[in-house]
């Protein structure tokens, strides 16, 4: 079956301009995942979604983040008047309730 | 506090050789635990996963992690390293129970590979 895909691939941005990635988990996936990974670091939760419970929102790392998930399938993350410091990849993955993640090929997101 | 440690930031072997590469965790309870391979320019892929049972589990690509609950450790096992094995691997941790399933990572270690 069809895996996470994430949209689009690559983003090039002008600092302070707003942007949009898009995730579609595997059909049938309750939870669903952003990570944000920087040159070289490893992964840095940003945000959790289970069902219909209330987001775990914790990793967010300012209130020019945000994100959701529309009937229980496709999320998106929106970035607010972008910096430089937000370039990054965004990775994002779904699982079922075993807790396997299973990810997107990311977005890779270039603020000029 | 939760967390999970990766020692070894990088690792050069050569193929051929044996490779282990050590995880420990900090955990409340007894955890799930992964590896996870991101391999250049790619995403992230699962290599193997403990949940419960035998405490050697196997996975793709030769690897093989044990879970060592006294150590807290899950180290990750390969007997002879091939050159397409050059990548990152992660080693993450999460709850097996409760609503929360958030998995803790480490923060990598960087595999290189001579000839």
């Known amino acids: 079956g069809a895996g996470v895909s994430q949209s689009p691939s690559n983003k090039v941005t002008e600092k302070g301009k707003d942007v949009e990635l898009r995730c579609d988990p595997i059909s049938g996936h309750t939870a669903l995942y952003w990570y944000r990974q920087s040159l070289g670091q490893g992964l840095e939760f940003l945000i959790y979604?289970?069902?219909?419970?209330?987001?775990?929102k914790s990793g967010l790392p300012s209130d020019r983040f945000s994100a959701e998930r529309t009937g229980g399938s496709v999320s998106t993350l929106t970035i607010q008047r972008t910096q430089q410091e937000d370039s990054a990849v965004y990775l994002c993955?779904?699982?079922?309730?075993?807790?396997?993640?299973?990810f997107g090929p990311g977005t890779r997101l270039t603020v000029l | 506090a939760q967390s999970v440690t990766q020692p070894d930031i990088h690792i050069t072997v050569s193929e051929g050789a044996s490779l282990e590469l050590r995880c420990n965790y900090s955990y409340g309870a007894t955890p799930y635990l992964f590896w996870y391979v991101q391999s250049p320019g790619q995403g992230l892929q699962l290599l193997l996963k403990y949940f419960s049972g035998d405490t050697l589990v196997q996975g793709i690509k030769g690897f093989e992690a044990e879970f060592k609950r006294s150590q807290s450790s899950f180290n990750l096992r390969k007997p002879s390293v091939h050159w397409s094995d050059a990548a990152e691997y992660f080693c993450a941790v999460g709850a097996r129970a409760g609503n929360n399933r958030k998995l803790i990572w480490g923060l990598g270690t960087s595999l290189a590979v001579n000839p």
């Open positions: 993955a779904s699982s079922l309730d075993e807790d396997t993640q299973y």
């Open positions: 979604f289970q069902g219909n419970s209330a987001p775990d």
